[in-house]
């Protein structure tokens, strides 16, 4: 079983488009992440959510809107895509929210290209 | 504010060669550090960590040795095969600062038959 997994695994799409990418983990874990990684492998955290509870919410566009229905489910909303908005996007999880001595568990990541 | 510092890449090398994947940090206070691998088409892995100063993280003949005087996180290899081939990211985290894990830009790792 995968431990963190997220859906689609590509997604080629035209600009303006709404878009969905979501996140599920089977390992009990509290926190979840949304991570963009860009073309030269940079990689960035934009939310973080503790049982259902935003936490971290970095400098990113509006567009961009987390949701978390339960807490082993992260879903990834940006309305009104653009170009820059392409790069590989990866949901990860720890047990809890103490990011000193956790390790992070990642999804394989989700290709948003931005035609 | 906290930030850690890599090597550019890509880094090549051929089989059996040392490696040393260079990492520096900055960090306000005591951060616990680690080193991430990943592999292609697959999210990142923790590869090892160490959480106070003079620890030494190791995995998978991998080594870093936790360098507070010189605030390195240095990542070596006595010997390398070409599965380590990927890209190695060199992170910190800080204990009841924030809840971040703070990555640096990513090192590809490139091993030759």
């Known amino acids: 079983d995968t431990a963190v997994s997220q859906t689609p695994k590509y997604l080629v799409t035209q600009m303006g488009n709404d878009k969905s990418i979501k996140c599920e983990q089977n390992?009990?874990?509290?926190?979840m992440y949304w991570y963009k990684q860009d073309s030269k492998k940079f990689l960035k955290i934009m939310f973080s959510y503790n049982n259902k509870e935003l936490i971290i919410n970095e400098t990113v566009p509006n567009r961009f809107s987390p949701k978390s229905p339960d807490k082993a489910h992260l879903n990834l909303h940006i309305n009104s895509l653009e170009l820059g908005d392409s790069a590989v996007y990866f949901c990860?999880?720890?047990?809890?929210?103490?990011?000193?001595?956790?390790?992070?568990?990642f999804g394989s990541g989700t290709q948003l290209s931005v035609l | 504010g906290d930030s850690v510092t890599q090597m550019e890449g890509p880094v090549t090398l051929s089989e059996e060669a040392f490696l040393t994947i260079n990492c520096t940090y900055t960090?306000?206070?005591?951060?616990?550090l680690f080193w991430y691998v990943q592999y292609p088409g697959e999210g990142l892995q923790l590869l090892l960590k160490a959480t106070k100063a003079d620890d030494k993280g190791s995995n998978k003949g991998f080594e870093a040795t936790y360098r507070k005087e010189t605030t390195s996180f240095h990542l070596e290899k006595g010997s390398v095969q070409v599965s380590d081939s990927a890209v190695y990211f060199c992170a910190l985290s800080e204990m009841n600062r924030d809840d971040k894990i703070i990555f640096g830009k990513g090192t590809r790792l490139h091993i030759l038959p």
């Open positions: 390992l009990g874990h509290d926190t």
């Open positions: 960090a306000t206070g005591y951060p616990s």
């Open positions: 990860a999880s720890s047990q809890t929210r103490q990011g000193a001595n956790e390790k992070l568990f």
